[in-house]
């Protein structure tokens, strides 16, 4: 049971180039989230969905879009990538939003030279 | 506007001994969950433990256990037996279970590094 999957693990970017964060989940759940964490910092919400073709912006969206065109899959796709979005991304995904925990997968660090 | 406020930036206890990781919150909403997170430093998150609004005892979960005070509006973790292992950054966190527009959507506080001496 691979849980939550994102790749890559490691990206370098250049300012300016665009890329999409893949993340896909094996759990058939509906709800999925992006979030981006600093370092030394809790983690920061960027989009969430609720399902196939619903999302909605999180704390921190700006240079961000997503889609979700299937209940497996959430890209996360950066354009124009700028120094300010050197982070750790974390996809996640819950079975619903009471008291069902969010399954992480492990993270992408990517870092905007 | 959910908050979550982890105060101790870092903490220090001795192998096999307890430890307690203060998590304050603040929320307007009456109904709400609050979960605690572990991230060793190989970066993955792993889920704790759960404490509801309205649940009557403190959650437990193996060694890990939630002194829940709601009159304080505080979720302190308490890790008995401490581990080598347990090393790791632990991160509170809150969610609305009030429905409308939450979806779901987590709250983190700043985080508290974990070391366990030996």
């Known amino acids: 049971n691979a849980g939550v999957t994102q790749t890559p693990k490691f990206r370098i970017l250049k300012i300016g180039q665009s890329m999409t964060l893949q993340c896909t989940q094996d759990?058939?759940?509906?709800?999925m989230y992006w979030y981006r964490q600093d370092p030394g910092m809790g983690l920061k919400l960027i989009y969430y969905?609720?399902?196939?073709?619903?999302?909605d912006k999180g704390e921190v969206p700006n240079g961000y879009n997503v889609s979700r065109s299937t209940t497996e899959d959430f890209p996360l796709r950066l354009e124009l990538a700028a120094p300010s979005q050197t982070s750790v991304y974390f996809c996640?995904?819950?079975?619903?939003?009471?008291?069902?925990?969010?399954?992480f997968g492990d993270g992408t660090r990517l870092s905007i030279l | 506007a959910q908050k979550i406020t982890q105060t101790q930036p870092g903490m220090f206890v001795q192998e096999k001994e307890a430890v307690t990781l203060d998590c304050t919150y603040d929320?307007?909403?009456?109904?709400?969950?609050l979960f605690w997170y572990k991230q060793p430093s190989s970066g993955e998150m792993i889920f704790l433990i759960y404490?509801?609004?309205?649940?009557?005892q403190n959650a437990t979960e193996g060694r890990y256990s939630l002194n829940f005070q709601k009159a304080r509006k505080s979720a302190n973790l308490v890790i008995s037996a401490s581990q080598l292992g347990d090393s790791a950054m632990y991160f509170c966190?809150?969610?609305?279970?009030?429905?409308?527009?939450?979806?779901?959507?987590?709250?983190f506080g700043q985080g508290t590094i974990l070391t366990v001496h030996p």
């Open positions: 759990m058939n759940h509906n709800y």
């Open positions: 929320t307007s909403d009456q109904s709400y969950g």
């Open positions: 966190a809150m969610r609305s279970l009030a429905g409308g527009t939450s979806y779901g959507k987590l709250t």
């Open positions: 969905s609720v399902g196939a073709g619903i999302t």
């Open positions: 404490q509801g609004s309205y649940d009557e």
């Open positions: 996640a995904s819950s079975a619903g939003d009471g008291n069902q925990p969010q399954h």
